[in-house]
């Protein structure tokens, strides 16, 4: 596992919270939407004609397209929950537990190295950052 794609888990998360919230969006979209106009006439003496606007939408259509769009968005979501996965059970396999907070904060909690010193407890922030980089230095990956 490399920097970059630890980096990646940030970016997973934001769009898993994106794409769940496309797809709850999407039951509101008005894709399907039709209108036409059609004659009618007064029900009473003279019957004029007059011309009279139809709106709605067609469900089969609005269906079709919406739950194609929620396939695709389900798919993209399931890839990154994987991948999410993949990085969080890597995160768990560190077998140093001071290293392993490191990562812990740094990647779930999304906290800076200012934040991350504090929370173990040192003062200086670029302690927590050599550890990490001499953690990916060390590793045969």
């Known amino acids: 596992m490399t920097k970059e794609q630890l980096c990646e888990y940030r970016e997973l998360q934001k769009e898993i919270k ?3 919230a496309r ?4 039951k ?3 894709e399907g939407y039709v209108a036409d106009v059609v004659k ?6 003279p019957y004029t004609q007059h011309p009279i606007l139809i709106e709605g939408f067609d469900a089969e259509k609005k269906q079709a397209s919406i739950s194609r769009f929620k396939e695709l968005l389900s798919k993209r ?3 990154s929950m994987n991948r999410s996965i993949e990085i969080a059970e890597f995160i768990c396999n560190i077998e ?3 290293i392993r907070t490191i990562f812990e904060y740094r990647y779930y909690d999304l906290m800076t190295w200012q934040q991350i010193a504090y ?7 670029s302690y927590p ?7 990916f230095e060390d590793s045969p990956n």
């Open 40 to 45: 009618g006439s007064s029900i009473e003496f």
């Open 119 to 125: 929370k173990i407890g040192v003062t200086d922030e």
């Open 129 to 135: 950052r050599r550890i990490h980089d001499k953690f």
């Open 96 to 98: 140093s537990v001071k």
């Open 23 to 26: 797809i709850e969006k999407l």
């Open 28 to 30: 509101d979209k008005n």
């Open 18 to 20: 994106r794409l769940q």
């Open 77 to 79: 979501v399931e890839k």
